[in-house]
């Protein structure tokens, strides 16, 4: 399981996707080819091979198909056409599956009522500072930990990955009360982008994740460096990051994701409307829009994760199963 | 530098540069740590002793603050209501993904559309998706009671009464969460050696057997991690009762989390909301600790291969 | 001892401040508000303060008369200087307010609604402001919701909005569901027909909305119980005391809409925006609520302000007094309190400025005319100053709030039940959500167990 982090989208043994090939072989065909097999799993091959076995797994296939995209698609079609409809149409029993016409009407409304360009761009600020600032705190942190070793390096260690066992959420009001008014400096950072940045690069997990990741350099490849007389910084950035990059990945989209997606700590820090992100704005301004503008909302409040999906799907997933058996 | 004591004066040089060195790299982190993890975990604690309003100097009260809250009409559904939608929650969000898991790693076809597309509300900002549910809710122009008009069965009243209401909240929570248990599952699924398989076939056992034998005891580490990584999750409900209920009807959905944000920005008592902190933090930190411990020993296992 | 020394030192104030706005009916009335906010510190280095309560940028005109008004304040007022102005929509914004107050940074003048204004005293978190009343000129002219920001004989803020609860209707509804507009119901029994006869118009009509939760409903359930005659609790502020036929007859009252006519619908409201969405929705007939939630139905929530209107609370035997005011920040110093209260009363409380500029306010098409702020005495200059302007410069139909007016007159206001409301409200959304969601609901005994729980509450802070 170690590996995993490595070559993220891919679990070790896994072979490449046993999905692909029988698609590629062509369609006219299907129910005649034996169903793939290559790849063993809890079902015996020859049971899935024979007669009832094909008509069994046919029959599981399309139920999951037909079931998942019910369950998982069409509450998001529902929400993209339901933004299409008037308030008269929503209220209408029974529904109608397609929107009287095609309309962009509620998305331009609520783009402009709820100033979604600027919770968007809000977010988009917070998001990436928050990405700049954990690559470059908690990765120079990492790197210390894992090949400087300095002295209470492990105590040290220790204290931050001990903030893994106290979930933000319980924490949330005294650290709410603390940027409000940071000790010693007295800084109100509130309604700024700091309240977001620096609390997202004290992230125990991400130390964890990287530090394991810099164990696994060989020490060699750093000691030549360094009897080139290179500096620790220069080791850092010419040799560790570029080795390091899946997971410098899968930190970047975990970091992303959660920033964009969190709702507890912007609802709290980010009072101000002009300083809202996506969520908090379209959340505290829900019970003032008509119904077809709020869903409007929702979906453009959506699509730009959704993208980021589509486009580091692999990455993602990598971050995923590195944090289910790690996080 | 205690150690280095006594060698040769460059390595010793070598040594507190390399201290330097690192604690240069490390100040960014320790800083950051300090002022949001740990000076947050000790001041909750302190804060929970005391009763304060921010004007005047803190008052030491004892464990005042926590006889308010544990007299609190709610304290008792809060942590009913808390603990029941975990237990919910497990059930729906741990039982359905390994199943589903179980299901898809049989799959030849299609899996990566079904990978992505059960992914797909994980990756909705929970807010939108809490809120595409508020509107299916809807009594009236609802899609659920919709459905059930149209396959003429009578309306459920979901977020509307104290009997649904937070099983309704539960199906928000699982639509939006099953993605990530499912997938991790099924990277654990294909980590199960094929051997063991034929070997529990070759031995006569039937498929539930196979599973019970073969898969579940290779898959138990994830199994038991995810378990309490859900339960560490599921116990910090907030953001569904903030915005679909309010914690009613009836109490029936209020939350520890919620009461804490309660107690802090409706009542003006931060003392309050901080004492159900500690509470929590307390609850939660034996099933984080059991997590660390057991992702331990995960890692041991691994050290020799 | 030095209680008692307050309260003679207020009283005595109070008696100058009277005697000032007699003396002020003699004098010339437009000449008042700049002798009133007048240099006292002239020549002095300048106080600086910090104030709340802007409108949001959002909201441009309103803004901009804000801007103005903040501008000409500091031209009459060379020695002061407001530093800070803070927006936020609504003025009391729960999180952004208890923010501040957390963190002992709310500005030096800062909004306070009804409801916190008891646990803001009660907390120590407002400044006392009773040796410098003299500054505000026209104090001695205000009615009985000054009570609200008193304790211990102490004065702590100073209102600048009132009134009483009504019952909000839809005018357009009620014609539709063949209703007389003109003739609201009078008392529960015709809220009940009415209701029926909306709620039959089809589906997703509703006859009645109320609240059930969020704090919401047990603050609708105070309205109520007021308007029967009852209270939530004892004039001693030690215990419970809406468990009576009054506390049971609200509750009955919405049992038998909400379930044997089925004229409430079955959705939950929660948030105050919740009610007004639905109402400004078009397919709600009525519900409770101020005078004063008819602007905002129209400005911030795409109503037809003329379709509206406000009736007096059925049978109503008092009012829940709604309002909000101003208190000060309890860090500030004798000179800037004095500065706040020059800003308070300039702002809102003099006639022709801020929120009393009746003209301007017609000038640029805002509904003028209604029968809000409610603020001064009968017949006290000021305020016989603020209703003819009120009435000069009307736009509004006063149809939409004549039966309000009429109904309301002469009832008492209750203020909100104690420095715990919001604890209080907490627990009464328990039986208010009950009623409203559970057919089966047991009036008797909820309110024996919200009554339990509210004797405890209250047991406790003693």
């Given at each position: ?327 | ?11 010793r040089r070598r040594d507190v540069k390399r201290n330097l060195t690192a ?69 729906c969000g741990y039982g359905i993904p390994f199943v589903v898991a179980i ?203 | ?442 009036v008797e005994r909820l309110l024996a167990d919200a009554e339990a729980k ?9």
């Amino acid at each position: 399981m170690t590996e995993l982090t490595t070559a993220p989208g891919r679990p070790p043994g896994a072979p490449a996707d046993p999905g692909r090939r029988p698609r590629k072989q062509g369609r006219a065909s299907r129910p005649r080819r034996p169903i793939p097999t290559e790849f063993r799993t809890a079902v015996s091959p020859h049971q899935l091979n024979s007669r009832r076995g094909r008509t069994v797994y046919w029959t599981v296939l399309v139920t999951v198909v037909t079931g998942f995209t019910a369950v998982f698609v069409f509450p998001l079609y529902w929400m993209v056409t339901g933004a299409m409809k008037s308030t008269e149409d929503l209220l209408r029993i029974p529904p109608s599956l397609l929107p009287p016409r095609f309309t962009l009407e509620a998305y331009l409304e609520a783009w402009e009522l709820l100033d979604l360009g600027l919770l968007l761009g809000n977010t988009a600020l917070y998001a990436g500072g928050a990405w700049l600032f954990t690559l470059a705190i908690d990765v120079t942190a990492a790197y210390a930990l894992s090949k400087l070793r300095p002295v209470l390096g492990r105590l040290v260690l220790g204290l931050m990955l001990a903030t893994l066992m106290i979930p933000p959420m319980v924490i949330m009001l005294p650290a709410y009360l603390t940027v409000k008014d940071l000790p010693i400096l007295g800084w109100d950072l509130l309604n700024t982008p700091w309240a977001i940045w620096l609390p997202a690069a004290a992230n125990g997990f991400n130390i964890f994740l990287l530090k394991r990741f810099f164990d696994s350099i060989p020490g060699e490849l750093l000691e030549a460096a360094e009897i080139d007389g290179a500096s620790p910084g220069r080791i850092l950035w010419s040799i560790v990051m570029p080795v390091s990059r899946p997971i410098l990945g899968v930190v970047s989209i975990l970091t992303v994701v959660n920033v964009w997606r969190d709702f507890v700590w912007p609802l709290l820090v980010l009072p101000d409307n002009e300083k809202m992100s996506v969520s908090i704005g379209i959340a505290s301004l829900s019970a003032q829009m008509p119904q077809n503008v709020l869903i409007a909302s929702l979906v453009i409040a959506s699509i730009p994760t959704i993208v980021v999906f589509f486009v580091f799907q692999r990455q993602i997933m990598a971050g995923l199963t590195a944090g289910g058996l790690k996080g | 530098m205690r150690g280095a004591r006594g060698r040769p004066p460059t390595r010793r040089r070598r040594d507190v540069k390399r201290n330097l060195t690192a604690y240069g790299f490390l100040c960014g982190a320790l800083i950051c740590f300090a002022f949001f993890s740990w000076y947050p975990m000790v001041w909750e604690v302190v804060l929970s002793f005391q009763r304060t309003n921010f004007v005047d100097p803190p008052v030491w009260v004892g464990l005042e603050n926590f006889v308010t809250v544990f007299e609190d009409a709610a304290f008792g559904p809060a942590w009913k209501n808390t603990a029941l939608f975990t237990l919910l929650a497990l059930v729906c969000g741990y039982g359905i993904p390994f199943v589903v898991a179980i299901v898809l790693n049989e799959l030849r076809h299609a899996r990566a559309y079904l990978r992505f597309v059960v992914y797909l509300p994980v990756m909705l900002p929970p807010a939108v998706g809490v809120l595409l549910f508020q509107w299916f809710y809807d009594p009236e122009a609802g899609l659920f009671n919709q459905i059930l008009g149209f396959l003429h069965l009578p309306p459920l009243d979901w977020l509307n009464s104290s009997d649904t209401a937070l099983i309704s909240l539960v199906v928000v929570s699982t639509w939006m969460n099953l993605g990530s248990g499912t997938l991790i599952y099924l990277a654990a699924l294909q980590t199960v050696p094929s051997e063991l398989y034929e070997a529990a076939e070759l031995d006569g056992a039937g498929l539930l057997k196979r599973i019970r034998h073969v898969t579940i005891p290779q898959t138990r580490l994830i199994l038991l991690v995810m378990l309490l990584l859900q339960i560490v999750a599921t116990m910090q409900v907030f953001i569904e009762p903030y915005l679909l209920t309010g914690g009613g009807p009836e109490n029936s959905t209020v939350s520890v989390v919620y009461l804490m944000y309660q107690y802090a920005f409706n009542f003006g008592n931060v003392n309050g909301g901080n004492a159900l902190g500690v509470m929590l933090m307390l609850v939660l930190m034996v099933f984080s600790a059991l997590y660390l411990r057991l992702s331990r020993d995960d890692t041991k296992e691994e050290a020799p291969r | 001892m030095r209680r008692s020394g307050y309260r003679e030192t207020m009283g005595a104030l109070l008696v100058a401040g009277l005697g000032l706005s007699a003396a002020a009916c003699g004098s010339d009335e437009s000449a008042r508000p700049t002798q009133g906010t007048g240099a006292t510190a002239a020549g002095n280095a300048p106080v600086s303060i910090s104030i709340n309560c802007v409108p949001p940028k959002t909201n441009k005109a309103e803004r901009q008369n804000f801007e103005d008004d903040m501008a000409e304040f500091q031209k009459l007022n060379p020695d002061i200087k407001i530093e800070k102005a803070s927006d936020a929509f609504p003025c009391y914004e729960p999180r952004t307010f208890e923010a501040k107050l957390a963190g002992g940074r709310l500005e030096t003048v800062f909004y306070a609604n009804f409801p916190n204004v008891g646990r803001l005293m009660e907390s120590g978190q407002a400044a006392d402001i009773t040796p410098y009343l003299d500054t505000v000129k026209t104090y001695g002219d205000l009615n009985g919701s000054t009570e609200i920001f008193k304790k211990d004989g102490k004065v702590y803020g100073v209102p600048t909005d009132g009134y009483g609860m009504g019952l909000v209707y839809n005018r357009k509804l009620f014609t539709q569901a063949g209703l007389d507009p003109n003739n609201p119901p009078r008392t529960w029994a015709e809220v009940q027909a009415a209701a029926k006869r909306i709620a039959a118009l089809g589906p997703g009509y509703v006859g009645f909305g109320e609240y059930s939760g969020g704090n919401t409903g047990g603050w609708h359930f105070t309205a109520s119980i007021y308007g029967h005659g009852g209270d939530v609790i004892t004039p001693d502020g030690r215990k419970a005391a809406f468990n009576t036929p009054e506390g049971r007859a609200v509750l009955e009252n919405l049992k038998q809409m909400r379930w044997a006519d089925d004229s409430m619908g079955s959705r939950l409201f929660i948030k105050w925006e919740d009610l007004m969405k639905a109402m400004a929705g078009g397919r709600m007939g009525m519900m409770l609520g101020a005078p004063d939630v008819l602007v905002p139905l129209r400005n911030d929530f795409q109503a037809r302000f003329e379709d509206y209107a406000v009736a007096a609370q059925p049978e109503a035997k008092a009012l829940l007094n709604g309002g909000k005011g101003f208190m000060i920040n309890p860090k500030a110093t004798p000179e800037q309190i004095r500065a706040g209260l020059k800003w308070i009363e300039f702002q809102y409380l003099t006639p022709g400025k801020g929120q009393l500029d009746y003209e301007r306010a017609r000038s640029q098409d805002y509904p003028v005319g209604q029968p809000y702020p409610d603020l001064w005495k009968a017949g006290s200059a000021t305020g016989t100053q603020v209703l003819d302007a009120r009435k000069q410069h009307a736009t509004v139909d006063p149809a939409q709030y004549a039966q309000w007016v009429e109904g309301s007159k002469g009832l008492p206001a209750k203020p909100e039940p104690g420095p715990y409301a919001q604890e209080i409200y907490a627990i009464l959304d328990t039986p208010m959500s009950a009623v409203l969601t559970r057919k089966g609901a047991d009036v008797e005994r909820l309110l024996a167990d919200a009554e339990a729980k509210v004797d405890a509450l209250l047991a406790k802070k003693g």
